[in-house]
């Protein structure tokens, strides 16, 4: 008898409905070649609050707000939030969703955060145990230096292989049903590839895309394998925030299994910064660069036709400042989320 | 036309079995009233181990191995793992998963964390995603203390109302079938309310137990009304780390509801330790007070048959240690989980 393989991947039965997102962005990414396609760019990253961890719960709670609204719905028609963010403790989310009288469920993935929270909604929705969730992930750019790296006061100078954590939020509702746009194709969460944390010893937080490539990698051949599929089945796969050196790691581990990623393959930490003009390092990272990256940019991207079927395949470092004090290496995780235009 | 009214209860369509947990403790847990029901006391709280984070993380893989082999399982029967800690940026869990070669769902609930994961793992199961699932969560007494109050060697008094970070991890695998034990009834989860984020604005750090109490209270009584039944559907309501400050508010609050809690109600930070011989305060606190609690003590009773129905409610405080030198309040947050034995 044959042992079960194990299947990584979970396609899903119904149609599982992006009907609306959202998304904040920070000054520097409103320089950014994707500015046009975010819904609000702050003045400044304080927008208001005393600190920066307050107002990476306020742009959390405002760009929420803002996905509600677009989907012409009210708190009530909303069974669950989903969210998590890079500060300890989640607090970015947990201090936004007080506020919502709505079940929650908190995650952490670190910057992988909205694939985790894209696969568990539409495993809620498939399943038929929701109707509609709200999904969030946010980053910012000061709390996480003061928090992961140097106090900003102190101008460290930063290593070329460093990558720029985003500051701003990416909302996303899912849903079993269409709600507007019902003679329109809409995005929808076709499978999702849930990674494995793995280390290959990295121990530079300055080169978080080298530590994550390998889970990038890992996670996106499990998910061609498990649906016996090659790369050129979508139009885009699209890591979250691997940068360029993380970026070129994967296309090379690709090109020792003779699977050819040079022609469809991006990530969003090199979409959302012109990192040679905007000075940024090896790209953008953080929570929020795949979030927003998705909310903003590729969600009306597929809307429009321009895209059709993407594999959206955010990336998280799982360290903390105490885990790289005391010597750790830098565990990597991915997770592959299927979009696809569906009736 | 009425309006739909939101469920927040998921009652689940198929048995999804509790078919094993582990459970290590401390040696302070390990002098307590359920010593006897713990599989493994350590003797140290470094367990050999050069930092108590690290030492945490070893907690959490061997625990989890324990309870693979008492499933009589290896790593290849199960499909997902969910876990979460109390540790910034969740390293008790990334530390010991990363040498699992499973896929990964990182969660933070705090000191709720075991009950988000029973009702995630629970929802992939009856949907059909998932056959096997392994959850845990852990807590350190040296860790937190450090992480989120004074360093140890401080000494720093500790007022009567604060709660005592148990020490030690609890494992549980969920299955969509028996594998051993075939012929008895197993405890199965039915039902899960995921709760709302509450915060009535206690901010006193050293009194956690009345922060979190509200949104216990909340909770249960979301499942109650859910399902139409009464308290006295259970054997036991049993939350999760309330201490005796917040086991008492929920009675009064229920009270004020003419609901009697006076009957069948306890509180895992109150079974774990001997209050007043021990010294604790008002009670044991952490991810691990109610995950060791249910899954050393309150698996077993369950599986002899003293407790047939029981709801589970694992409860946590938001904050971090940032949030509260910004002088924010502590939002609560609990899950209600029904677990009840079954052919």
């Given amino acids: 008898m044959q042992k079960k393989i194990r ?6 039965k119904n149609p599982v409905y992006i009907i609306s997102t959202s998304s904040t962005v920070g000054p520097k990414e409103g320089e950014g ?54 500060l300890n403790q989640n607090t970015g989310s947990n201090f936004a969703i007080r506020d919502l009288n709505i079940p ?13 929270g894209l696969g568990l909604g539409a495993i809620l929705i498939d ?17 996480s230096e003061k928090q992961f790296r140097f106090p900003l006061e102190l101008g460290t100078q930063r290593p070329p292989s460093s990558t720029w954590t985003v500051t701003g939020q990416g909302s996303v509702i899912l849903s079993d049903k269409k709600n507007q746009d019902k003679n329109k194709k809409l995005p929808c969460v076709t499978a999702i590839t849930p990674g ?41 796969i699209v890591t979250g925030d691997l940068g360029k050196i993380g970026h070129d790691l994967v296309v090379k581990m690709f090109g020792e299994k003779n699977i050819d990623m040079t022609r469809n393959y991006n990530d969003c930490g090199l979409l959302i910064f012109d990192i040679e003009k905007q000075k940024i390092g090896s790209g953008g990272s953080g929570c929020a660069c795949s979030a927003v990256t998705f909310a903003g940019y590729l969600y009306k991207r597929l809307k429009d036709g321009v895209l059709n079927k993407i594999l959206f395949v955010p990336t998280g470092a799982l360290m903390s400042q105490l885990s ?13 989320v299927a979009i696809e235009n569906h009736d």
Same sequence: chains 1, 2.
């Fill in 196 to 236: 494995k944390i793995i280390d290959l010893g990295i121990k530079d937080a300055n080169n978080m895309g080298a530590a994550m490539a390998p889970a990038a990698f890992d996670v996106i051949y499990s998910h061609l394998s498990d649906l016996n599929i090659s790369p050129d089945y979508y139009d885009l």
């Fill in 33 to 86: 070649p994707l500015k046009d396609f975010f819904d609000l760019i702050l003045e400044d990253s304080l927008y208001g609050e005393i600190s920066w961890e307050k107002a990476e719960s306020k742009i959390t709670k405002e760009t929420f707000a803002r996905a509600l609204e677009k989907a012409n719905f009210s708190q009530e028609d909303i069974d669950y939030v989903i969210s998590g963010d890079l």
């Fill in 127 to 143: 399943g038929g145990f929701a109707n509609n969730i709200l999904i969030g992930a946010s980053s910012h750019f000061c709390a």
């Fill in 7 to 12: 299947q990584q991947t979970i396609k899903f």
């Fill in 104 to 116: 929650f469920f908190g995650i952490f993935g670190a910057c992988s955060t909205i694939g985790e």
């Fill in 324 to 336: 790289s004090q005391q010597g750790e290496s830098i565990p990597g995780i991915a997770y592959a």
